[in-house]
């Protein structure tokens, strides 16, 4: 099950999150907020991590 863990203003800075996190071994699901598969790279995307590592997510996210 996914958690949602953020929101982002853009789709270059949902895939910067999305590169951090997996180098820290979280997976990570960038969703449009449109809900559209292919959305615009300006609207705002959301950012899912699964629900069991949402601890760990929230940790990096502090320390940056």
């Not at 997976?27 to 699964?50: N, T």
């Not at 997510?57 to 320390?63: D, F, H, N, S, V």
């Amino acid at each position: 099950m996914w958690a949602k863990f953020m929101e982002t203003r853009n789709a270059y800075s949902a895939e910067i999150w999305k590169e951090l996190l997996n180098q820290c071994a979280v997976s990570v699901r960038v969703v449009p907020r449109s809900g559209l598969r292919e959305g615009s790279e300006f609207e705002p995307h959301d950012i899912y991590v699964p629900w069991g590592k949402l601890h760990v997510a929230e940790e990096i996210l502090r320390k940056s």
